[in-house]
């Protein structure tokens, strides 16, 4: 997975929800090293911070506030909220990473690569622990590799594979809540992928590797950017279309940033790079 639905830190985030933000990152880091030892931490992922914050949130489990140092940063202690949903999610984590790797259509780190692999008894236990879940991996990932042997044009089927995988993590309990989150998930799941996709298509084009929306510059480049952007901004709208209808106690403010602003970040970067488009440009400049 990427790091893409993310804070913008530098537009509308107080100093208070940087802090917050941080301590919730930070607190999902010290879970993976509590669940999986030291090299869990390596496979600490930005996109699911959001799922942390917004499980701990709706379902008011108040982590305690403790102080932590990391290899990140092995001088100084930083403030990371902990409790029994940064667990859930670390553990997450782990299993959406045996995903990447399971799916084998763009080639994954290799160092995420080896700690999967050498954390097999652990995955082992998380897959009987979350069978749903595992399921959704399992199934989703065949059916990636079979849209990459066959170079499968259809954005729309390819990124719901990722969609399904991550709109299953998002449901921490069957109540009835699940359904918006599993939206959430599956909305943001196909945006994380389709942005991938976007910001690596000149690699992958190099390396010869699957991306499917090769074909679609290649069919309609005169439109391809404008295209982009509305069905990556529908995927939004959806996304937090179902936040809004969630009960949440506290932190709407940091979710209300990463998804007005925060996960448009590596969309415009992208652009930047390849046409020298303002990285800054705001994306409500482009509604």
């Known amino acids: 997975m990427s790091d893409i639905v993310i804070a913008d830190t530098v537009i509308g985030m107080s100093e208070k929800d940087k802090k917050r933000y941080k301590a919730y990152h930070c607190g999902l880091c010290h879970s993976l090293k509590e669940v999986a030892g030291t090299k869990g931490p390596v496979l600490l992922n930005d996109d699911l911070t959001l799922m942390y914050i917004i499980l701990?949130?709706?379902?008011?489990?108040?982590?305690?506030?403790?102080?932590?140092?990391?290899?990140?940063?092995?001088?100084?202690?930083?403030?990371?909220?902990?409790?029994?949903?940064a667990r859930y999610v670390a553990e997450m984590d782990i299993l959406m990473s045996s995903f990447a790797v399971?799916?084998?259509?763009?080639t994954p780190n290799a160092n995420e690569k080896r700690y999967i692999h050498s954390m097999k008894a652990l995955l082992d236990s998380i897959v009987e622990k979350y069978p749903r879940q595992a399921a959704s991996c399992r199934k989703s990932a065949k059916q990636m590799i079979g849209y990459g042997r066959r170079n499968e044009p259809n954005t729309q089927l390819v990124s719901g594979c990722f969609g399904e995988v991550f709109g299953q993590a998002f449901i921490m309990r069957?109540?009835?809540?699940?359904?918006?989150?599993?939206?959430?998930?599956?909305?943001?799941?196909?945006?994380?992928?389709?942005?991938?996709?976007?910001?690596?298509?000149?690699?992958?084009?190099?390396?010869?590797?699957?991306?499917?929306?090769?074909?679609?510059?290649?069919?309609?480049?005169?439109?391809?950017?404008?295209?982009?952007?509305a069905t990556l901004q529908s995927l939004i709208d959806e996304a937090k279309k179902s936040f809004e209808r969630l009960p949440l106690k506290r932190d709407t403010?940091?979710?209300?940033?990463?998804?007005?602003?925060?996960?448009?970040?590596?969309?415009?970067?992208?652009?930047?790079?390849?046409?020298?488009?303002?990285?800054?440009?705001?994306?409500?400049?482009?509604?």
């Open 253 to 287: 403010s940091i979710v209300r940033n990463i998804m007005d602003s925060g996960v448009w970040m590596r969309f415009y970067s992208t652009n930047e790079k390849e046409t020298g488009q303002d990285k800054l440009a705001h994306p409500f400049l482009y509604r």
């Open 102 to 106: 399971q799916c084998s259509i763009n």
């Open 174 to 229: 069957e109540d009835e809540y699940q359904k918006d989150l599993y939206d959430i998930g599956f909305f943001l799941g196909k945006f994380i992928y389709l942005i991938t996709a976007y910001s690596n298509r000149s690699d992958d084009i190099r390396s010869g590797s699957y991306n499917p929306l090769i074909l679609k510059k290649d069919r309609d480049p005169e439109n391809y950017c404008s295209f982009m952007r």
């Open 56 to 85: 701990s949130s709706l379902y008011d489990d108040v982590p305690a506030a403790e102080m932590h140092s990391c290899r990140q940063h092995p001088f100084s202690k930083r403030l990371a909220f902990v409790s029994d949903t």
